[in-house]
């Protein structure tokens, strides 16, 4: 508070009065400290959602909003609380025990309910067909709404924490506060903002269950510093002790065996064995394992997210896919550049070409640093079945892996004169704004700089199929970036179901005129062949009829990621 707002006569008495000064202090420090913690649980839902429902811009974003409004209402509910003292004590209360719990309890009942037809099957003889829809569809529905109305919760619990504050600190003062509401927003404000550097910086990478019980145990203690500070204004305070030690034995719980236990759950959700999981700085990220029978070898998967990005039976049909087009089109494959694939598949690939170099870019370190060296748990290398997939391809010398943002990483090749016979884009779909930008006219027209005249670029482009206009969206901005010819092509991939592929040439001939000319393949593989790649480029009658209705996706439209939203939803039965 400024003095200088108060009657000169109040003025000396203020700084006089250093218990009055010291309670202040204390009552915005504990602000900035639950401003803080409610924004890193803002943050821990909606992220922990988008991981586990495989839906990460709906989760992100639905939270953030239904968290907003929410605290909003809360705001207007606080006028309601007649004891601002022991109600901001029993607001904290509730917070911490919330926020230490939520995870656990959502992982458990998504776990539950889809579990549940199984279950039921297994108890009563029913085919699984027959336990589809009804109260089961109604559970299963509920259960991942449940990330949803926790955020509301915790936003109508957050959002009543500064008006009760405000009420405080004027009680303090016994007058009104001409600056009251700036000084609490402002520590509100600072807070969340330390909160959100926390998050990013610290808490990202932990187990979400590791940092619900952090922000938790914080949030607990700065109601328990509130409390003592405060006590002769609290009711009830034999009863609120005895509510503190209990939640503190709760978070005390959660702190030894809640991340086991949370495992356990998420390891459920997988028809196969999870023999590695860890979240990274940008993504969680899940190993599985098939056993396939005494005759046959075991069978690996990886989960980014929760969506599919490999199975091991059938991946050669989709890197081969990936990358053989391409490189059969190119003049040469002395010089190639992979955008995405840190799992090393389509370097494998690659690599059989014979090149003098390949030079790969990749956001997350931790993709590459798992499919480059053995990883070690328990005294055993988890990860060798996978080193063994991509036949240790990033430690071949030919192979340089340059970490970073391919949008911002293609700038400094430009500067420095750097050209490529062939680049292959395998980045994951557009199913997240962030992704937009790499989909984008702009950073296509980055690659056509990159290019030789007489080489190719191969696009991972979704599905034909599940999401159309996304894919032709794709193949539409690159020839809007500067592409001379532009096709694309497809085929079924068992895991993935019908995938498709953009590739195109900055000059010359077609992709496919140049493939055709080939008597076969330069490399001889067990699959694919060049009549596979040739007969791939044939879509079904009209297939292309909307094409001029598509939209090219640009910088800052998300067309591409709104065909592609669109797309799966529809096809997941949302409209």
């Known amino acids: 508070m400024n003095p200088k707002d108060l009657p000169s006569s109040n003025r000396s008495s203020i700084f006089s009065n250093k218990k009055l000064l010291f309670s202040d202090i204390t009552l915005i420090s504990i602000m900035m400290v639950v401003a803080a913690c409610g924004l890193i649980y803002e943050f821990l839902i909606s992220h922990y959602a988008a991981r586990v ?81 009804g109260l089961v569809d109604l559970a299963q529905k509920t259960a991942t709404h449940l990330p949803y109305v926790v955020a509301f919760i915790l936003g109508v619990l957050i959002g009543a924490e500064i008006p009760l504050i405000a009420r405080v600190r004027e009680d303090l003062y016994g007058r009104h506060l001409k600056h009251n509401a700036g000084t609490i927003y402002g520590a509100d404000y600072i807070g969340g903002g330390i909160g959100a550097a926390l998050f990013v910086l610290l808490l990202l990478t932990m187990p979400p269950i590791q940092t619900g019980v952090i922000v938790a145990t914080i949030n607990l203690l700065a109601g328990a510093i509130f409390f003592y500070h405060y006590r002769a204004q609290i009711s009830w305070r034999k009863s609120l002790i005895v509510v503190h030690l209990i939640i503190a034995i709760i978070i005390v719980w959660l702190a030894l065996f809640g991340s086991r236990w949370t495992d356990v759950l998420e ?25 396939m029978g005494k005759s046959e070898p075991k069978a690996y998967s990886m989960f980014i997210n929760g969506h599919t990005q490999f199975y091991s039976r059938d991946e050669h049909i989709y890197h081969s896919m990936l990358t053989y087009p391409v490189l059969a089109a190119s003049a040469r494959c002395e010089n190639i550049l992979v955008i995405g694939g840190g799992d090393g598949l389509a370097v494998r690939d690659i690599l059989r070409w014979d090149p003098k170099s390949v030079t790969l870019i990749d956001l997350d370190p931790a993709i590459v640093e798992f499919f480059t060296r053995p990883h070690v748990e328990n005294g055993k290398i988890v990860n060798a079945p996978l080193l063994a997939l991509n036949k240790n391809a990033f430690s071949d010398k030919r192979v340089q892996v340059e970490i970073g943002d391919a949008f911002v990483e293609l700038d400094a090749f430009i500067n420095q004169g750097r050209t490529f016979d062939a680049i292959i884009i395998d980045l994951p779909d557009p199913n997240h704004p962030d992704l937009n930008k790499l989909y984008s006219t702009q950073f296509y027209a980055k690659t056509l700089r ?106 800052h439209s998300s067309t591409v990621y709104e065909y592609h939203r669109e797309g799966w939803a529809r096809e997941n039965g949302v409209f």
């Open 450 to 555: 990159l290019l030789a005249g007489d080489g190719a670029i191969g696009i991972q482009s979704s599905s034909p199929y599940h999401a159309k206009n996304a894919f032709l969206s794709i193949g539409k901005t690159v020839k809007h970036a500067g592409y001379a010819n532009v096709e694309q092509y497809h085929t079924n991939v068992p895991s993935f179901g019908e995938w498709g592929w953009t590739i195109a040439t900055p000059r010359g001939k077609k992709a496919s005129h140049r493939i055709d000319e080939l008597e076969k393949l330069p490399i001889d593989d067990d699959w694919i062949t060049k009549e596979i790649i040739t007969g791939a480029f044939t879509f079904n009658k009209g297939f292309y009829d909307s094409l001029d209705d598509i939209l090219v996706n640009r910088l």
């Open 53 to 133: 429902l495989a839906a990460t811009e709906v989760a992100i974003f639905g939270i953030f909003t239904i968290m907003i409004t929410s605290m909003g209402l809360g705001a207007f509910a606080a006028k309601r609380i007649k004891d601002p003292y022991t109600g901001f004590v029993v607001l904290e209360l509730t917070i911490s025990v919330i926020g230490a719990t939520a995870i656990v309890i959502i992982a458990f009942l998504i776990t539950a309910t889809y579990l549940l037809p199984s279950l039921l099957a297994e108890t009563y003889g029913i085919s699984g067909a027959q336990l589809e829809g």
């Open 267 to 291: 390891d459920m959700l997988y028809r196969d064995t999870v023999i590695h999981s860890m979240t990274t700085r940008y993504q969680r990220v899940v190993i599985t394992e098939r056993n």
